[in-house]
């Protein structure tokens, strides 16, 4: 059972430019979130989607940032017009479904390796 | 979530048991401890997770005390490659997905 993949694992753009990081979650994995890690720091939330749903995109910017969960395909997260920065470690992490008729439980979320990304 | 506290960093001799502490005096009934670790810039890893009782598994073991104010996260034969950022986090149990708070961690290193 493959784990969450990252591509690319390493992106450079220029200012201005567009960068387009895509996340493929487990397989049975039907929720996926986005972090960014920026030099030295610890892991910052940006964003929680369910296929074709944004559930939560409250750590992400108001502008230039966008993220999507397609019915078929991988996550992506978009950033419009980069600046330098925006440079940093990119991860994504999936969740299984949560099985209807459950009400609470924990769902562990497993990680992808990241895709860091440079704007010049 | 309830904030936790971590020291920045800690030493372990290889072989030896690494024993990293984490507070969350603030922790309510429902929420669940988590640790995580970070190698070197890669993903972070999922290590154990608990609510109250004591866990184990191949990785590592969690000790939660009896008030659910402090729990520590045991390897008990650290390897070079155990040395990582170790992230304590405390989550509420929910009926839909939410987000895990990184703070700091505690730098583990794992001395020859």
């Known amino acids: 059972n493959a784990g969450v993949m990252q591509n690319p694992r390493h992106l450079v753009r220029r200012r201005g430019q567009e960068a387009r990081l895509r996340c493929s979650p487990m397989k049975g994995h039907s929720h996926v979130y986005w972090y960014r890690q920026l030099p030295e720091e610890g892991l910052k939330f940006m964003v929680y989607?369910?296929?074709?749903?944004?559930?939560?995109e409250s750590g992400m910017p108001k502008e230039r940032f966008s993220a999507e969960f397609p019915k078929e395909g991988p996550s992506i997260l978009r950033i419009q017009q980069v600046v330098r920065g925006d440079s940093a470690a990119y991860f994504c992490?999936?969740?299984?479904?949560?099985?209807?008729?459950?009400?609470?439980?924990?769902?562990?979320?497993?990680f992808g390796p990241g895709t860091r990304l440079l704007v010049l | 979530d309830a904030k936790t506290t971590q020291p920045p960093s800690m030493d372990c001799a290889e072989g030896r048991a690494a024993n990293l502490p984490c507070n969350h005096s603030t922790i309510s009934g429902n929420e669940y401890v988590y640790w995580y670790r970070q190698i070197h810039s890669q993903g972070p890893q999922y290590i154990i997770h608990?609510?109250?009782n004591n866990e184990t598994n191949e990785m590592a073991s969690l000790i939660i005390t009896e008030d659910r104010k402090s729990s520590t996260l045991i390897l008990p034969h650290a390897t070079l490659r155990d040395t990582a950022v170790y992230y304590c986090i405390v989550r509420v149990a929910s009926n839909y997905g939410q987000n895990f708070v990184f703070g700091p961690g505690t730098r583990l290193s794992v001395l020859p």
């Open positions: 992490a999936s969740s299984p479904l949560r099985p209807s008729g459950r009400t609470t439980r924990q769902e562990t979320q497993y």
């Open positions: 989607l369910q296929k074709e749903n944004i559930i939560d």
């Open positions: 608990g609510l109250k």
